[in-house]
């Protein structure tokens, strides 16, 4: 499978309790973002890497969520101590270097559930 | 205000009809203009994008950018049941890197 891939694809939480997801890029894209989508929303932006480095955050990244992408290949997304306000779906993209940035391949999403 | 705007829908058509889908933004900014489709608990999927004024052109589908009106239309010939989705509009200041998308439009066709 040559897509973006994530896991795990859907995640029930109880308030308080921490999460990670993980996101598998597309091989040698060296782009990879992190978007969160509610339901009737458009996806929000979160946070990119290239390669390794996290370039940007949002401000939506309080100080509960953290994203790594060691050695830059697949990412990691953590959210500690979680809100029912942050149930959402998780979104990974990957892209190429630019000006490849419009060739943005989405996975799946992960879907977070906080009960 | 967002800086990106779409028409929220829902829209609902029948077979064989022409969709026009659109968005206004506000950030001049914007360098490329993008349209996605998703489908019910799925990642959305790019359809196409676009770079300058002006239209182009991906077999049924028609993308249309009009930067001195900060608006862009996605058009829909012969439209299927399979079109039914909802469809996204994203751009992208490429200084900034990351993908400013609107709400969506949840379109519905009908056989």
């Known amino acids: 499978d040559t897509g973006v891939s994530q896991n795990p694809r859907h995640k029930i939480t109880k308030r308080g309790q921490n999460v990670t997801f993980r996101c598998d890029p597309i091989s040698e894209h060296n782009r990879l973002y992190w978007y969160r989508q509610t339901l009737g929303q458009g996806p929000e932006f979160l946070t990119y890497f290239q390669n390794e480095a996290q370039l940007e955050k949002s401000r939506l990244l309080s100080d509960r969520f953290s994203a790594e992408r060691p050695k830059g290949s697949f990412s990691t997304l953590e959210i500690q101590r979680t809100e029912q306000g942050d149930s959402a779906m998780y979104l990974c993209?990957?892209?190429?270097?630019?000006?490849?940035?419009?060739?943005?391949?989405f996975g799946q999403g992960t879907r977070l559930t906080v009960v | 205000q967002k800086e990106v705007e779409q028409d929220p829908g829902p829209l609902s058509v029948p077979e064989g009809a022409i969709v026009s889908l659109n968005c206004t933004y506000s950030?001049?900014?914007?360098?490329?203009f993008m349209w996605y489709r998703q489908y019910s608990r799925k990642g959305p999927e790019l359809l196409m994008y676009?770079?300058?004024?002006g239209n182009k052109e991906d077999g049924r589908f028609t993308a249309q950018v009009d930067k001195s009106s900060k608006y862009i239309s996605l058009f829909i010939r012969d439209s299927q049941p399979s079109d039914s989705a909802t469809y996204l509009c994203a751009m992208i200041n490429t200084n900034a890197g990351k993908s400013t998308f609107g709400d969506g439009t949840t379109l519905t066709v009908k056989p």
């Open positions: 993209a990957s892209s190429p270097r630019p000006p490849g940035d419009t060739e943005a391949f």
């Open positions: 676009t770079y300058s004024s």
């Open positions: 950030n001049s900014a914007f360098q490329y």
